[in-house]
């Protein structure tokens, strides 16, 4: 039985469509991840699990209890938000004893758990400061130590380390998750960086204009992307037009590239089987395209030419042409390569995914 | 319900948040419907009452009133008043004053706003200070010293008079000109003001877009800048026209044969023609609250999306040419003389002799006397103690009502119910306090359905109600103007935190907003402290505030003393405005 189990949620402002039949569970102790651009619903998906919006339609029921129109107030979900919303008026005692002084705990006991709140969040000692003395950073980890000082059934994050710099957040990023395990919370994530959900998610839904695309592992998101607009969105993807021939009878499908006319063998499960004739994308990771010079007998080995290269730290980013057919390889050491050179490129069969084409 | 915990995960889980776990399930409730908790039933019902006894039921009564003669519903009234030269005359008088008011206003208050918020020269904080002064000049306070300075027998007639050797005085201040002059003096703040606001407000780099396109600077401001002052503009404009629809002082005081409606109703029910009284009374509301929807409409079609506002915030152009300088700082000057010789005048005035100030050009000798008649006089005194409590009880009052409108319109909820809140809060503010006054009278002034034998007028309590009704408004925008401005998530982390409804307005939204209400209460009471207009129709001669006493004073040609309750008052007012501006800055 899932611990949070969403059903058909749908939600309109005004005439707009924010969320649109969202279904997924979230298992007991799992740290799960809705992501997606902008706009995406996410957010609002989140908010109808806390209780401060209502679904139009479907239904949230938490340890198979509905739970749909029940007051936030009424969940005891703690919530970590994008800006943070500290009161202002209130220190950081104040703000984390907020949740346990409306649950009217004792004072003892409220100082103990404001405690152990703020030593578990690495600030032991800021109860006396005001929150707007803090810096980010630190404001943020005061936010997630309110949101956990209330023992919460169910943890909600709002893109909540968005308006961290860089390497803040990176390191913010590994003590979440390291906290989030060592208390054994569930925990729901909402963010729109791909990274930050790989890095922290056990599972994640892919959310694009209001709907769920995908749920699954980001391992299996990445590599297996179900769809053109998964593939697009998580990481960068060459993505090929190409026709299903008619001719390819064996295990491995055959496909003709719309530019360059290669023809590209990949094996086709019968499930996903594509009408033969009928256009579709064959997607590549551009770290997945071998730069190679030997042409012993592999499949799909295109000759290239070598187009652009960008210098990007640890890696470079080169651009191909295979006969009109454009690809982007990731190196590690493009020190040998010039603009214009010509090569071999392979694309591993095993590497390339069909994607369905919306 | 049983929980299954089948999995060995599941069970590492339930134990670790034990606690967590039992406290959840006794707060679970049934989901049920979140509109009827009770303290929000205790405020609706608090604010229909209020809403029913002062807006709904005095304005009803005083619309089905104008409709019925001898008991019999009938437009008669309005047939009788409106064959009336003199009643149309008033309505004309009273729109015509108004328009040329907002024409005036926008004339001076515009282009003193473009000087002191684009260009900078010597002195121009004191000078923008000063140019908002009359804001805070009671209407009959105003009224008086102009009278002293610009009067027929004025400071200012006199002198040119001994000057020139003049046999009489070289003019009179009465009708036409001396409103729209006093109008112009006291009303074009909002203009000036709310333009000022305006342009702050305007991003700076949209104007640096235009140049850089190769606009002309007068095209700028044609394209640029005017279209996204429209919104302040006509809030200008509508506040000057509501002002001045409802003037009241200076109508009465020089106004000579220009017989505005709000004098009209005054003398009408001085008369004893109540049926006359009521009927203009309906008239006048009608005019000031179909210029309100008329006004807002066109609003509503001119708002503008704030743009993002990063970095270019226009730094004022100091102005370095000699003779432009020169130009600028002489008209700073003078116009800033213009704006604090009536004040001064009143200065002047109250320390005068009384009787010793008859032809000359100022008066001749000098004392403490007035001040002190005013305080060791009880009769004088008690005035003071008049308005300063009445005005407080009103003013505490509507602090009280605003945090309870603010608690309902807060909360997601029916937004019809919401519109109809704002739009009855509004209606007071949008009437006349002459329109306030009559309709309270004339509901609570017999034995009425929502008082029983129980009769207002008369008693002490008149007054108050009609300054809370006049000025709660007030109250009512400042804290929602606060509330805007709060952070909507604070509420919803509240809540998440488990903190119900009750507890977030106590403990996060009113905590947060103390300080604007506080400001817009402090306004309230100031204004009430000096309310003339609602106050001379239904005073009680026991309990008389500052304002009529001023003006019985005037009648007894006590200049002085009169003078000396203006001093005091704008003293008091300077005072708690300097609080209450404080108090804005803190919250910043």
């Known amino acids: 039985m899932p611990l949070l189990s969403l059903k058909n949620l749908s939600k309109r402002f005004d005439k707009t469509p924010a969320v649109t039949d969202v279904s997924l569970d979230v298992e007991r102790g799992e740290f799960f991840g809705l992501l997606g651009p902008s706009g995406c619903g996410k957010t609002t998906t989140l908010r109808m699990i806390a209780g401060l919006e209502q ?47 409306a649950r009217h705990k004792s004072k003892k006991e409220i100082i103990e758990r404001v405690k152990s709140a703020l030593e578990l969040v690495q600030l032991p000692g800021y109860e006396k400061r005001r929150v707007d003395e803090l810096s980010g950073g630190q404001q943020q980890r005061v936010a997630i130590a309110r949101a956990i000082a209330i023992e919460p059934a169910l943890l909600l994050f709002d893109e909540p380390l968005s308006n961290l710099d860089v390497t803040l957040r990176e390191e913010t990023r590994g003590e979440l998750r390291e906290l989030v395990t060592r208390l054994g919370l569930t925990a729901v994530y909402v963010t729109h960086d791909q990274e930050e959900a790989f890095a922290l998610c056990d599972r994640i839904s892919v959310m694009v204009g209001g709907r769920i695309l995908q749920t699954g592992r980001p391992r299996d998101l990445y590599e297996h992307p179900a769809q053109l607009s998964v593939g697009k969105f998580l990481g960068r993807n060459n993505l090929i037009r190409a026709m299903r021939l008619s001719s390819s009878k064996s295990e491995l499908g055959e496909f003709k590239t719309l530019e360059g006319g290669h023809v590209i063998r990949i094996p086709v499960a019968d499930k996903n089987l594509v009408p033969l004739n009928q256009p579709c994308i064959l997607a590549i990771r551009p770290e997945h395209v071998l730069v190679t010079n030997s042409t012993d007998k592999l499949e799909n080995v295109l000759p290239v030419t070598v187009r652009e290269i960008n210098f990007a730290g640890a890696t470079s980013s080169i651009k191909l042409d295979a006969e009109g057919l454009v690809l982007e390889a990731l190196a590690l050491d493009a020190n040998g390569l010039s603009v214009g050179d010509t090569l071999t490129v392979v694309l591993p069969p095993e590497r390339i995914a069909l994607l369905k084409n919306e | 319900m049983s929980r299954k915990v089948d999995t060995a995960e599941g069970k590492r889980d339930t134990e670790t948040r034990g606690r967590g776990d039992t406290e959840r399930i006794t707060n679970r409730v049934p989901a049920s419907p979140r509109l009827f908790s009770s303290p929000r039933l205790f405020l609706l019902f608090i604010a229909a009452l209020v809403l029913l006894y002062g807006v709904i039921y005095p304005n009803i009564h005083v619309v089905v009133a104008s409709f019925q003669q001898n008991g019999n519903w009938s437009v008669s009234n309005y047939v009788q008043a409106l064959s009336r030269v003199i009643v149309l005359e008033s309505i004309l008088a009273s729109v015509g004053v108004s328009v040329f008011t907002v024409l005036l206003c926008a004339t001076v208050g515009i282009p003193l706003a473009f000087l002191f918020e684009r260009y900078s ?15 805070v000049l009671p209407p009959l306070v105003g009224t008086v010293a102009f009278i002293f300075l610009c009067g027929e027998s004025g400071i200012l007639a006199r002198l040119i008079q001994s000057t020139f050797h003049l046999e009489h005085s070289p003019w009179s201040l009465r009708g036409w000109p001396a409103l729209l002059l006093f109008h112009t003096y006291t009303m074009y703040p909002f203009f000036y003001v709310l333009t000022g606001a305006g342009l702050t407000r305007i991003d700076a780099a949209l104007a640096e877009a235009a140049r850089s396109l190769g606009a002309s600077r007068t095209r700028v401001v044609t394209l640029i800048l005017l279209p996204q002052l429209t919104p302040s503009l006509i809030a200008a404009a509508l506040l000057t026209f509501m002002t001045s629809m409802a003037s009241f002082s200076a109508p009465l005081l ?55 506002m990063k970095g ?186 488990g903190a119900g409804w009750w507890q977030r307005f106590t403990r996060v939204t009113l905590p947060l907003i103390w300080p604007g209400a506080i400001a817009g209460t402090l306004l309230a ?58 108090l804005e800055r803190s919250r910043a």
Not at chain 2, 569 to 581: D, N, P, Q, R, S
Request: charged letters at 15%.
């Open chain 2, 312 to 497: 270019s915030t226009k730094k004022r152009q100091p102005i370095a040419r000699g003779g432009a300088r020169s130009l600028a700082i002489a008209c700073g000057v003078f116009f800033s003389l213009l704006l604090v010789l009536p004040v001064a005048t009143l200065l002047l005035v109250s320390f005068a002799r009384e009787g010793n100030w008859t032809t000359q050009t100022l008066p001749t000798a000098y004392t403490f006397a007035n001040y002190v008649k005013i305080f060791s006089d009880s009769r004088a005194s008690e005035v003071f103690l008049n308005s300063l409590s009445m005005s407080a009880i009103a003013a505490v009052a509507a602090l009280l009502w605003s945090f309870c409108v603010a608690a309902l319109l807060a909360r997601k909820g029916s937004r019809k119910l919401k519109r109809l809140l704002s739009w009855l809060i509004l209606v007071p503010w949008a009437l006349p306090g002459t329109v306030v006054a009559v309709s309270i009278a004339e509901s609570y002034g017999q034995p009425s359905l929502l008082l029983g034998s129980f009769i207002l007028v008369g008693t002490f309590w008149i007054l108050p109600v009609v300054y809370f009704l006049r000025f709660m408004p007030l109250v009512v925008r400042a804290v929602q103007a606060s509330m805007e401005q709060l952070d909507a998530t604070l509420e919803e982390a509240a809540a998440s935190l």
């Open chain 2, 525 to 582: 009471f100031v204004i009430a402290l000096g309310e003339y207009v609602a106050s001379v129709l239904v005073f009680v001669p026991t309990n008389r505030p500052i304002s009529i006493a001023i003006a019985s004073e005037l009648r007894d040609f006590n200049l002085g003393t009169a003078a000396a309750y203006g001093v005091v008052l704008m003293l008091m007012i300077g005072v708690i405005m300097t609080v209450a501006a404080r």
């Open chain 2, 121 to 135: 020269f010597p002195a121009r904080r004191v000078f923008a200070l000063l140019a908002a002064l009359p804001l």
């Open chain 1, 55 to 101: 679904p139009d339609s479907g239904a949230i029921s938490f340890e198979d209890i509905a739970i749909t129109n029940l007051p936030a107030e009424k969940r005891g979900f703690g919530m970590v938000f994008q800006n943070y919303a500290l009161f202002p008026h209130l220190n950081v005692l104040e703000n984390v004893a907020f949740g346990l002084r």
């Open chain 2, 254 to 308: 020089f106004g000579g044969g220009v017989r505005m409606l709000t004098l009209e109703i005054y003398t009408a029910r001085q008369r004893g023609d109540a049926s006359l009284a009521i009927t203009e009374t309906v008239i006048l509301a009608a005019i000031s609250l179909s210029a309100l929807f008329f006004f807002q409409r066109y609003e509503g079609t001119r708002k503008f999306a704030a743009a993002a």
